[in-house]
């Protein structure tokens, strides 16, 4: 027995080892191989073999590389990559930590570093008899690739079948992507564990089947003879498939159970999974914090879980018959939806109710025609091609049925955009839902679990302390992005980050994700007002990938509108004063230019203007306006909170000029200052940083840029007045809470050393 008979205590050991993950939930500092220097602005040329399966994403190919110190580090790579081949890679070596902010799960790798290679050079072959498997499974993909291409043609049925039998989605549309989510049979996109389960039990049953008719089928146990070969194909097809997590997991499930039917042993489902999920993470132990890992496992608990009523499915005629087997299904469908739903609000911020129907009604037409056609000609093309191609562009017009259905399907059942902020929080209605999942009866004590399971889901987000002002500093790379939630709920941000080196706004605006997912988890649908501190890049870019509708806007006077300006060519975004991104909410959203001085006070906040300062004349006051004589930095909007009789400012990319008109102006002590310009040599200049004399100054800048920001001078600065500095690229979002008695916190997403 491998765990326990009684399926309450399978879900409470699930649950048990899904806790791991809060434990783990910033990644560690581990070192870099041995001659490198990982995170930093330089280049490395490591030399290795690559020792695994390759991926094909549209974004270029990736692959394991172990170097000759032993160490495994994931390649990306613009050409093709191939198993046992030993080559140098050239480029920048980084820790693939993603963006580390409330509402963004934990990153899981298998590879502690990660490079995208500048250059390649070939050095030879270093094959072994592992390796020259995983060419062969590497080429056989390739080869059932072309063939699907040859047969099937261009179209998003041939694109959406390559994933399916090959894994290879790399032609897939995203708006196919879309569709197939709000449905929620997104996950048969690719290989998945269902995928291996149905291509290893046709095979066993058909296996059994030609045995039990031989002339020895009288003589021998079929099923113990069948095991051994279905076996090997399953593992065949992981292999040629690129033996992903969820199936990796399949296989390991399947292995046991046909290896008990080889030695005539019972085995449980359930007892499979529960040593499957100990066998691979203890071989991978990160695997733990990857949802399609939690995923996967979840959805089959759930399904070998749920007590069955066998009996009521078979009795009556074959209308009842078929009305019980679709409720069994509906509830079914249901039980997976809710107990999956936690682990895609927390990872996605989302769930596909839609999945509930979509994984009854289309899932499987995939699984059990598109599947079976698909390999059957890939198969059969080896001997009669023309019946071969036939079956394979059959499955293709199988698959584009399915997605015209989903096309329809997915505008009555969108996306529900729910968000789980806290791991924690996800942990608890996993187990919940699989509790009562696996009760065999209904009690009182349901009801009592339903309730908590209901009041669980209210506690998902992550809000304030009541009555408290929180600002976030979030991480969004190389760039400034906060979040200002007032003490009666109304959310603001400062900046919300952007790429400023890539040249489609797609990628150049990723950084505004990690702000909408913040936002997200932290429970605000609208932004109630938008501080652009000045028309730079890394500033505003991420507006475009924003989902919550914004109020209100502020920028300095004297810059060109919003509006004005998303005509200018994106080849000036690299340039001073920069075009925003076209879309709906800049264009709908009024921008106003506050003026100098105290500006607005809400709930208690006080919001003062005190850059940038221009005067025409000594006969003028100055006012808030854009200084034509200094540089777009030295015009940040410079903004100071105060509450409780506590303050904190956001020096936008203010260099010292106009540091120094701020400070000339009256600017005194704050509590927290967002350092300009993300710690440049140019910004905190002396007289800047005694003035203000903080108590915390946060630099906001990304993991090994270019600029070399943070200066050790800057920070040697901040440090000499006695500021604890902090800074995102080593400990993620910056949490700065003040209660309404002064008091104030500073909380770290990941504690760092460095």
Not at 21 to 50: L, M, Y
Not at 200 to 206: I, V, W
Request: a neutral charge.
């Amino acid at each position: 027995m491998i765990l326990p008979r009684r399926p309450l205590a399978v879900a409470i050991a699930f649950t048990a080892m899904l806790a791991i993950v809060q434990a783990t939930r910033g990644p560690s500092d581990p070192r870099s191989p041995t001659g490198t220097v990982a995170d930093d602005r330089g280049t490395e040329r490591i030399v290795g073999v690559i020792d695994g399966l390759p991926i094909t994403t549209a974004l270029g190919f990736g692959a394991m590389l172990q170097t000759e110190t032993g160490d495994d580090i994931w390649l990306w790579s613009p050409e093709r990559l191939e198993p046992g081949e030993r080559l140098a890679a050239t480029g920048r070596l980084r820790t693939p930590r993603g963006f580390l902010d409330p509402g963004s799960p934990p990153l899981a790798s298998r590879a502690a570093f990660e490079m995208s290679a500048q250059a390649i050079e070939h050095l030879g072959d270093a094959s072994t008899w592992r390796t020259r498997t995983l060419r062969w499974a590497s080429a056989m993909q390739h080869a059932w690739v072309t063939t699907i291409d040859d047969a099937a043609g261009p179209s998003d049925g041939a694109a959406a079948l390559r994933g399916i039998i090959t894994g290879d989605r790399g032609t897939v549309p995203a708006a196919l992507d879309d569709r197939w989510r709000a449905c929620g049979i997104f996950h048969a996109l690719s290989v998945s564990g269902l995928h291996l389960a149905v291509v290893a039990g046709l095979a066993f049953a058909l296996l059994r089947r030609l045995i039990a008719g031989s002339p020895w089928g009288g003589r021998v146990r079929p099923a113990r003879w069948a095991a051994p070969p279905a076996l090997a194909l399953a593992i065949a097809y992981t292999l040629v498939t690129g033996a992903q997590i969820a199936t990796l997991r399949s296989l390991v499930v399947i292995a046991i159970m046909l290896i008990a039917q080889f030695l005539d042993r019972p085995m449980r489902l359930v007892d499979a999974l529960g040593l499957a999920m100990l066998g691979l993470l203890a071989w991978h132990p990160s695997d733990l914090s990857d949802p399609s890992f939690q995923l996967s496992f979840a959805a089959a608990l759930a399904l070998a879980l749920r007590p069955r009523r066998h009996e009521g499915l078979v009795a009556g005629g074959p209308g009842k018959r078929v009305l019980r087997w679709l409720r069994e299904g509906v509830v079914t469908s249901a039980w997976v939806t809710l107990v999956t739903a936690p682990i895609t609000a927390l990872h996605f911020h989302q769930i596909q109710p839609g999945g509930v129907i979509g994984n009854l009604i289309l899932t499987p037409l995939l699984e059990l025609v598109a599947l079976p056609l698909g390999l059957a000609g890939l198969l059969l093309g080896a001997v009669w091609p023309t019946a071969g191609s036939l079956a394979i562009r059959i499955a293709a017009a199988t698959v584009g049925f399915v997605d015209l259905l989903a096309s329809w399907f997915a505008r009555i059942a969108p996306i529900g955009q729910i968000a789980v902020g806290s791991i924690l929080v996800m942990i608890v209605l996993v187990g919940l839902a699989l509790i009562l999942l696996a009760r065999p009866t209904r009690t009182k004590l349901d009801a009592l679990a339903w309730a908590a399971l209901c009041a669980t889901w209210l506690c998902a987000r992550v809000p304030p302390a009541p009555g408290a002002l929180r600002v976030t500093f979030l991480d969004v790379g190389q760039g400034d992005g906060a979040i200002i939630e007032l003490p009666n709920g109304v959310a603001w941000i400062v900046d919300a980050g952007g790429l400023a080196s890539r040249h489609d706004l797609a990628s150049a605006s990723s950084p505004g994700k990690a702000v909408s997912r913040t936002l997200e988890a932290y429970g605000h649908a609208t932004i109630e007002l938008a501080i652009i501190s000045h028309p730079h890049p890394d500033h505003y870019l991420g507006l475009a990938a924003l989902t919550a509708p914004i109020a209100e806007m502020w920028s300095p006077a004297g810059e060109p509108a919003p509006r004005d300006l998303v005509e200018r060519p994106a080849s000036a975004r690299n340039a001073g004063a920069t075009a925003l991104p076209s879309f709906a909410a800049l264009a709908t959203a009024p921008l106003h230019h506050p003026p100098l001085g105290l500006v607005r006070t809400e709930a208690g906040v006080e919001v003062w203007v005190w850059g940038p300062r221009f005067r025409e004349s000594d006969q003028v006051p100055e006012r808030e306006q854009v200084d034509p004589v200094r540089t777009v930095n030295d015009n940040s909007l410079v903004i100071e909170l105060r509450f409780a009789g506590r303050s904190i400012l956001f020096a936008g990319d203010a260099e010292a000029e106009g540091e120094a008109a701020v400070v000339a102006a009256g600017l005194r002590h704050v509590d927290v200052v967002k350092v300009g310009h993300h710690g440049s040599p140019t910004s905190s200049s002396e007289v800047f940083v005694r003035a203000t004399h903080h108590g915390t100054a946060v630099i906001s800048c990304g993991v090994a840029n270019t600029f070399g920001f943070p200066s050790p001078a800057v920070m040697a600065r901040w440090r000499a007045v006695g500021a604890e500095v902090e800074r995102t690229d080593t400990s993620g979002a910056i949490t700065v809470t003040i209660e309404p008695d002064g008091r104030l916190e500073v909380d770290r997403f990941r504690h760092s050393s460095l």
